[in-house]
């Protein structure tokens, strides 16, 4: 089957009947974030193309920038959301954490309060509606990265990233919640996407600001593989997964992979190597004292490879259009200007002071501190 071609027709929840080869009508749920509207303009403009004259359903507390779509403003954890979704064929939502600057001023308990009352509101609501589909973007890192993983991980493989209160934690949380939906709403299909690591214009995650440090960090005898998506190729993925039904599980990502040679090459940043105990105890002490924004946990997806395949994408035509090379070149560009150390964004000086301790990424911080604690 094409990735153009559209699921038969069906009654919909108005009562009316979608004509064969229309394409369906898509809710993007969080229509105003960087990944929602880069997939409502997609989602547009595929609409446009195909003469079916219904444009997409933007749902967000605030209106976005794509004005192709019928924006309708509600809150995602209201039960009001059920009205917004009456006469939509399918459900998108992105719950992956792609500003963490925001996420980092919300206490990781109410951050994940948050998303998991939007996922249970987004299938109660969606189930109510009479929605066919619900579309949830997560994340690869689900998977769990691991020195053992095998390259790429098959897509129904088990979800062993660690429970605790980063986002991949948040993540895990919320695809619990769609896994019970299964059972309870045997009517509503739920399609689970995976992006490997999420790059392109305003992206914001601890992967990528692995990459504003002054080195690279890496941990000995490991041997990381680099995998990226960029934003626009999430967004043509999910176009595809809301035409046709691909099952439960579906990754999305550039091709293959690079290794740290090939990426510290092509980012023109050397490394700094640790033992395993001294970056991720480290990282823990950190953490714990309000310096890491992110778990000691979160390090293991800059160190050990979370590679996936894309394979059900794949086998219905579907191709990135941006390889991994030309997604660090998109990272870059999209992170020029700013400097992290640890993930925590610090000015150039800071940044100066990470790299003249020799103590880039994690050590680089514990140093500023030692410095910061000197009479």
Not at 261 to 288: D, I
Not at 331 to 349: N, T
């Amino acid at each position: 089957m094409s990735s153009r071609q559209a699921p038969r027709s069906r009654e919909v929840s108005a009562g009316a009947v979608r004509p064969a080869g229309a394409l369906p009508r898509v809710a993007v749920v969080g229509a105003a974030a960087v990944p929602g509207s880069r997939i409502l303009d997609t989602i547009a403009r595929a609409a446009r193309a195909s003469g079916d004259g219904r444009p997409p359903v933007a749902i967000d507390r605030d209106r976005g920038r794509v004005a192709t779509a019928e924006w309708r403003l509600v809150d995602p954890t209201d039960p009001a959301l059920v009205r917004a979704l009456r006469d939509v064929d399918v459900a998108v939502w992105v719950a992956a954490e792609t500003d963490l600057q925001s996420a980092l001023r919300v206490r990781p308990t109410e951050r994940r309060d948050l998303v998991v009352r939007t996922a249970q509101t987004l299938v109660t609501a969606a189930a109510a509606a009479g929605v066919s589909r619900l579309v949830v973007v997560t994340s690869a890192k689900v998977y769990g990265a691991t020195p053992d993983n095998p390259v790429p991980l098959p897509e129904d493989s088990e979800l062993n990233g660690v429970r605790d209160g980063g986002v991949v934690g948040d993540l895990l949380a919320v695809e619990e919640v769609i896994q019970d939906a299964r059972r309870v709403h045997p009517g509503l299909s739920i399609t689970a996407v995976r992006p490997a690591a999420l790059v392109g214009p305003g992206i914001d995650t601890v992967v990528t600001r692995h990459f504003e440090a002054p080195r690279l960090l890496t941990v000995k005898g490991a041997n990381p593989a680099w995998q990226f998506c960029h934003v626009d190729d999430l967004a043509s993925g999910v176009r595809v997964v809301c035409e046709q039904d691909l099952g439960p599980v579906v990754t999305v990502g550039a091709p293959g992979w690079l290794s740290q040679e090939q990426v510290e090459s092509l980012t023109g940043m050397r490394r700094v190597q640790l033992s395993e105990a001294t970056a991720l105890g480290t990282a823990a002490r950190l953490h714990r004292f309000g310096v890491l924004p992110a778990p000691a946990s979160e390090l293991a997806h800059a160190l050990y490879p979370w590679v996936i395949d894309s394979a059900r994408l794949r086998t219905v035509g579907w191709a990135a259009a941006y390889d991994n090379e030309t997604c660090v070149g998109a990272m870059l560009e999209s992170i020029k200007g700013r400097h992290a150390v640890a993930g925590r964004r610090v000015d150039r000086m800071d940044a100066a002071l990470g790299a003249a301790s020799a103590a880039v990424a994690l050590v680089g911080t514990a140093a500023i501190l030692r410095r910061a604690r000197r009479p």
